[in-house]
């Protein structure tokens, strides 16, 4: 066209149609991903109580076989984790073999404690600020599952601080006389649990929630009374946990006490038996699974928008495993390890998708069980229970920790350790349970608290 041909006409709508344009793919470059901004920070530390390398291993051949990998050893970092306590009269020196109020609240602050204490100080009482309280007091989302009683020892580490891991709810209170309500304290665990306030706690423990609170605002109602008066949605089977939309916080109480193991027992006796396969399906079908209770906890706690919400910290585990060795059930803990695997499974879905997630897999303690040659069961010290594996092979498991029929005990190793996400490198090698609070804490963006604690993990 010739420059004479423009006409007014012509000019003025070719300015709008430029104008109109310039106008789109300003927005268009406004709500496009902004591909520097740092992706929202969450952790999932993913507790298996009681899981050695022996216990990995059972799992491993009975499961998928020798040769078979496990969601746990495809995470891309694997590591190992030291762990011990304190002793009470004299903190400066170790105690070997942890229990997992100990061992939780080492992973939970980043300081070391006695056995039976949960986020206090030896000696002293002092309380000890735990990564999920200064995660909520940064306003990120927080939240505890466990197949155990929502006061057993590992959740409550990192919500609760008592000098006695058994002091549950205020009927149980004979173990921690200055942490009563009535003393001016903050409670037992389970009243301090709904005021820490976090936005998920399912597992089990209705026994404690409705016990009825001595003083205080709530003085006079149960516990689960208190929670729903502080905003706390209760629900108490699967199918209720399943439908729950995110929003309020939730509560979920699914059992008495402990939930169920997922497989069905099978003892260790002397002389040893025949072999056998496991059998699934021991867990009542109101009881929700680990990856059940893993998959609600992550559909509450994912920020609706990545980029403008908050992340969150979670701590998920699996009690069933550390229970089932102290009575020598070799099935029970092969079934809730192979359950919480097929949680390790999930949250890596879920942090796959959200590139800020940090996932830490790791065990607490070491425990009992040992594999040892079938030909030899005969002479072991203990009791056995022998499984055909998914090889086809015997697999015999040995109990000598205590006398026959008594409880099993803790013994003391270092801990299988696997993580991914941003950071996971720095935990490939030997770290410290202790190690990890501090990794989280900064992944999380957590100001050092004013209490101290050791040195962070080095970079």
């Not at 306003?139 to 959740?155: E, F, H, K």
């Not at 919480?340 to 069980?369: C, S």
């Not at 030909?375 to 229970?385: R, V």
Request: hydrophobic residues 40%.
């Amino acid at each position: 066209m010739h420059p004479r041909s423009l006409t007014p006409r012509f000019l003025a709508a070719s300015i709008l149609l430029l104008a109109t344009l310039a106008q789109g793919c300003t927005a268009l470059r406004w709500s496009a991903p902004d591909e520097h901004r740092q992706p929202t920070p969450n952790v999932i530390l993913l507790i298996a109580d009681g899981l050695g390398a022996p216990g990995l291993t059972m799992a491993r051949n009975y499961h998928v076989g020798a040769n078979g990998r496990l969601a746990i050893d495809q995470l891309p970092v694997h590591g190992w984790c030291t762990t011990h306590a304190v002793r009470e009269d004299d903190p400066a020196r170790p105690d070997y073999v942890t229990d997992s109020a100990a061992s939780a609240t080492a992973i939970a602050t980043g300081r070391k404690t006695s056995n039976r204490r949960l986020a206090t100080e030896p000696q002293t009482d002092a309380a000890i600020p735990t990564i999920l309280e200064q995660a909520r007091d940064a306003g990120l989302r927080t939240g505890l599952v466990s197949t155990a009683s929502l006061a057993d020892a590992t959740p409550a580490a990192f919500a609760a601080h008592v000098n006695y891991r058994w002091c549950y709810d205020p009927a149980m209170m004979a173990g921690c006389p200055t942490f009563t309500k009535m003393s001016g304290g903050l409670g037992s665990i389970v009243e301090q649990l709904v005021d820490a306030r976090p936005d998920v706690l399912l597992g089990g423990g209705m026994v404690s929630f409705r016990q009825r609170i001595a003083a205080g605002p709530d003085a006079g109602r149960r516990v689960v009374e208190a929670a729903r008066a502080a905003g706390y949605r209760v629900v108490d089977s699967a199918d209720e946990l399943g439908g729950l939309e995110p929003g309020a916080p939730v509560l979920g109480l699914f059992a008495d006490g402990n939930l169920a193991p997922a497989w069905k027992p099978s003892l260790a006796s002397f002389p040893p038996g025949e072999a056998e396969r496991c059998e699934p399906g021991n867990r009542p079908p109101r009881q929700p699974s680990f990856t059940a209770m893993l998959e609600a906890a992550l559909r509450h706690l994912e920020p609706a928008r990545a980029d403008r919400a908050p992340g969150f910290f979670l701590m998920a585990e699996a009690a069933m495993i550390d229970k089932q060795a102290h009575v020598a059930d070799a099935c029970g803990q092969i079934g809730d390890t192979v359950e919480f695997d097929e949680g390790v499974a999930l949250a890596r879905a879920f942090a796959e998708r959200h590139p800020g997630t940090l996932l830490i897999v790791v065990g607490d303690h070491d425990h009992t069980p040992q594999i040892v040659d079938p030909a030899y069961a005969e002479y072991s010290p203990g009791i056995t229970t022998t499984l055909t594996t998914f090889d086809g092979s015997p697999m015999t498991i040995a109990y000598a920790t205590s006398f026959f029929g008594l409880r099993q005990q803790h013994t003391a190793s270092q801990r299988p350790l696997a993580a991914l996400g941003p950071a996971a490198e720095r935990l490939g090698g030997l770290v410290d349970h202790a190690d990890l609070y501090h990794l989280m804490r900064e992944h999380l963006g957590l100001a050092r608290p004013a209490a101290g604690g050791d040195e962070a993990l080095q970079p």
